[in-house]
């Protein structure tokens, strides 16, 4: 059975998420932008799974989730083994100073966190990383392995294993957006503003 990963404070003032302005800061610094196994288009599938995941999993930030989805496989070098690539994607959030777009700090040591510890298959009892690394692990089926119950973290991401079912994929951006705009139904408002 995988570790369990420890938890983070609970997130107090969340922020919205202009996806347009951070995705034009990662972009030129991505190593992986590219690949077609954990590129752009992979970044995008994991927000959008993990916002599904994270309607049904209380006490997610969905705003966390979606920032682990853009950075945590940015730094990737190439699509072989590469184990330092988490901690590369806690680096690049800490250096964007995502705290200037009104992210507090609860809220990026979750991402560093999620981003660090995604790789091992691990598991997490923090609902907002463990929606992160669920997310993730349900797109292996794009290198031909097919997810596991035993490392999903939360009930939804097991759930949705059980299930059988492969997970709707947004098909842009935009869609994503329209999504975390939306009315709430992860348990609180992570929304102030409009994105």
Known sequence: MPAVAGRVDRVSEPASLDLERILALVRPLSTSLGSGFHGEDHWRDVASIGLDLAERTRECDPIVVCLFALLHD???IGDDDDPQHGAR?????????????????AQLALV???????TGGALSGDPTIGTCWDADRLTLWRVGIAPTVD???TAAGRE?????KRVARAMDWSE?????????????????RGT
Do not use: D, I, Q
């Not at 949705?160 to 059988?164: F, I, L, Y």
């Not at 939306?182 to 992570?190: M, Q, T």
């Open 160 to 164: 949705t294993v059980a299930s059988g």
């Open 176 to 192: 994503v957006a329209r999504r975390l705009r939306r009315p709430s139904r992860y348990g609180s408002s992570h929304l102030k």
């Open 151 to 153: 490392y999903m973290s």
């Open 112 to 118: 560093e966190t999620a981003c660090r510890g995604h």
């Open 74 to 76: 940015a730094r990737r």
């Open 89 to 105: 994607g806690a680096a690049l959030v800490h250096s964007l100073e995502l705290g200037r777009f009104g992210f507090s700090a």
